[in-house]
């Protein structure tokens, strides 16, 4: 597909994929740009950037219609994806969300719309070397079940609405702008409260986010990929010790201090023990101490293959290039 004269509508844009998902399309000609935005105070680097802005929420499906109208192209970004929150919020961010966005897009007569989903579809834990070929697993983690939710909605969709839609699997997505996997950790590592939990030499399948907007450029633009899903990571066998190092690094820091995991797991069922007396929610579960430890990397053989997808920038080009923008935007 020729994305050449189309107008292109992002959801989440004022997110880290969906962000810089504009910023790369604005290098190409001919494509126009339209940017869902829920909070207007969040939208002035869009409009920075001279983007059509158009206010709507994903849960209102009242305010799409005029929203897509004239779209040729949709990149679903928008999720819940925060770590808190109940059952329902990320039902309604994330599922809900998802189908009025995409009964929108059919209305619209869309061309190609991407979803972007997560490898959390596989669960928390999952086997190592997993692929497209394995199924679902569901956990009980909100984020990971809505996500599965949300692709089931979106494959409806394609089979029975003809949407002509792809969909992507990013890992833990880092570099500029990242708040989860960039920003939260610098902070952290800064008010001395990160520590590596057990070994923390599990696999911890990033990617760079340029690295995710290439994989989306591909998705809109090759007609022989649609009705499928597509693991993105940057291929690299990267230990959580290894990941943080790098941002530790940054700040002049050699070592991350270590707690082992039977003694991490105590602790945090004692602050778990002590927010649930003060009525508020844990904030880490014990179990994050295993996952730090499962080591199991997914394949991304079939977006090489059918995709088309190399990941360009490595894990070392990718942290220097986010250590640039943290001192550039004062977080070093």
Known sequence: MDL???????????????GRLIERLREHPGVSL???VRDPAKAERLRALSVEIAIGDVTRPETLGEALAGCHVVVHCAARVTERGSWEEFWRSNVEGTRHVLEAAARAGVER????????????????????SFPYQPCGNAYCDTKIEAEKVALDYFRHRGVPLAILRPGIVYGPRSQHWTIRIVELLKANRLFLLGRADGICNHVYVDNVVDAIWLALTRDDVLGEAFIITDGEATTWRTFFGHYARMLGRHRIPQLPAAPAKAMLRLIGWAARMRGAPPPLSPKVVDYLQHRAQFRI?????????????????????????????GYL
């Open 301 to 329: 053989e079939k977006a090489k293959a059918r995709l088309g997808y190399i990941p360009r920038i490595s894990l070392e080009e990718g942290m220097r290039r986010t250590e640039a923008w943290l001192r550039e935007a």
């Open 4 to 18: 050449a004269g189309k107008r292109v509508l992002v959801t989440g844009a004022t997110g880290l994929i969906g």
């Open 34 to 36: 339209r940017a869902l």
């Open 113 to 132: 719309f991407v979803h972007m989903s997560s490898v959390a579809v596989y669960g928390i834990f999952p086997r190592d070397q997993t692929d497209e």
